[in-house]
């Protein structure tokens, strides 16, 4: 069988050292000696020479189970590649040039090894690729920082991330699923948070075309295994009459001794819109036209993953609301348009200009944020010794208060809200406001015979 030469190119190595390993050897000898080869090699260098060896180690398995040769006749070098649909189980090549040659052989053994790897792949190795895939599906990377606090939490210690996915059956991730459930006492809701990963992983690799289905999608869990979710008591997610009596009239005061604390007013407004802390801290004025506010941004938190697995956080105000349900037009009641005009005066009090563009709510020349607003509502609740509760608790007070007004349709409090779906409205905006001594007076008045 005829072997090209493969090592060196006939370019470098005279005749008389061809095919010879001691001719090779006194050829690089005499390069060396003539300080044409730097001998002390680098690190790029290296790699370099570790991937020129692969490409030759390659080239000289090939040509022992391959004639591979140069004919006078077509001027061509010629040789074979495997070929399982070819009678004899190969198929011919030829190219003009050896490197051409060289470069379709060594290509089709690194796709064949890669297409190996990638057969073998673990659900570790695959899922910085799932993870990169998945963020082009959404701009919220608060919700990417989730799913890899989720991988941290429930897959970067467990076994089977480094078993190959093609092994994996639906008999076992049923069960890994149900161990997880149980050992982390797992609710409906984050069973399923937990479970993206692996399940979407599955799918994507099926897409790929590495596994023939997803086995992840073919069982379902009993939903006796879930944890039951004990609803949330009413004191721990609304301000109650009094509560928020006494909460308005901190901030009133505050506002009477500290004129430029622009955050007390938006407390006091927030309680006639309810909206989202980052809806409220990115109003623009030109969003404040003839008694209607037209929500349509929001400040959102944003975080770059670093090169070390960290995340780093800042914050960014995004043309658009939480989902296209938060595009939405409230009516601006008086006592809030009242306040509205106050922030307005305040502003322009500070040289704080208040054209369309600016944003409402301004604090020593900047937006106020959703923390600075937040903060407010901690130091109220700790002064009032009640429960500590933020905005989003006055946002379900205020829902809570429109929907319980009979006159008011479900759809249009929903809309309100930013809401499409009834039973997350339901269950998530709709308390009972009364304190427990104004329960009993009712109940007395309801079933007393």
């Known amino acids: ?30 390069v060396l000696s003539e300080g044409n080869i730097n ?103 608060n919700y990417m920082k989730h799913i890899d606090g989720e991988w941290n939490r ?17 008999l076992e991730l049923k069960n890994w699923a149900r161990n997880k459930i149980i050992s982390c006492q797992m609710n409906k809701k984050q069973y399923y948070n937990m479970a993206v990963i692996i399940r979407q992983s599955l799918e994507y690799l099926v897409e790929l075309g590495i596994l023939p289905t997803n086995h992840y999608a073919e069982f379902k869990i009993k939903a006796s295994l879930f944890t039951p979710t004990v609803p949330k008591d009413a004191e721990f997610e609304v301000f109650n009459e009094e509560e928020e009596h006494l909460l308005k009239e901190l901030a009133q005061k505050e506002f009477a001794e500290h004129p430029n ?3 007390t007013l938006a407390v006091l407004i927030n309680f006639s819109l309810g909206l989202r802390v980052g809806e409220l801290v990115a109003l623009k004025w030109k969003d404040l036209r003839d008694s209607y506010l ?37 009516y601006v009641v008086s006592s809030a348009m009242e306040l509205f005009n106050k922030v307005r005066d305040v502003n322009l009090q500070n040289g704080y200009s208040c054209d369309p563009e600016d944003y409402i709510f301004m604090y020593r020349k900047h937006r106020l944020t959703a923390n600075s607003i937040n903060s407010h509502y901690e130091r109220y609740c700790k002064e009032l010794g ?24 479900l ?16 269950n ?18 309801t079933l007393n015979v």
């Open 1 to 30: 069988m005829e072997i090209v030469p493969s090592i060196m190119q006939e370019c470098f190595i005279p005749i008389q050292y061809r095919f010879s390993p001691e001719a090779i050897k006194n050829c690089l000898q005499e």
């Open 39 to 141: 001998s002390q090699v680098s690190a790029p260098a290296n790699n370099d020479y570790m991937t020129k060896k692969h490409r030759d180690d390659i080239i000289k398995k090939h040509t022992e189970q391959y004639t591979t040769k140069y004919y006078e006749s077509d001027r061509r070098w010629h040789s074979f590649l495997p070929d399982e649909n070819s009678p004899r189980k190969k198929k011919p090549i030829a190219k003009r040039k050896w490197e051409d040659l060289a470069d379709e052989i060594v290509a089709y053994y690194e796709a064949q090894e890669e297409d190996t790897k990638r057969k073998r792949i673990t659900l570790r190795q695959f899922y910085p690729e799932w993870f990169t895939y998945k963020w082009q599906d959404t701009n919220n990377s």
């Open 154 to 170: 429930f897959y970067a210690d467990d076994p089977i991330v480094d078993r190959p996915v093609v092994e994996l059956t639906a």
């Open 261 to 263: 604390r622009i955050a």
């Open 294 to 330: 037209y929500i349509r941004r929001m400040e959102q938190q944003q975080y770059e993953k670093l090169d070390n697995g960290k995340w780093k956080k800042h914050l960014e105000v995004v043309e658009h609301p939480k989902s296209d349900a938060g595009y939405r037009t409230l």
């Open 386 to 409: 009640i429960k500590k509760k933020g905005n989003h608790k006055a946002r379900k007070t205020t829902l809570t208060k429109i929907a319980d007004n009979p006159n008011i349709n």
């Open 411 to 426: 759809k249009d409090a929903m809309n309100w809200a930013g809401h499409r779906d009834v039973k997350t409205f339901i």
């Open 428 to 445: 998530h905006y709709c308390f009972s406001r009364y304190s427990d001594e104004q329960k009993r007076q009712e109940l007395e008045k």
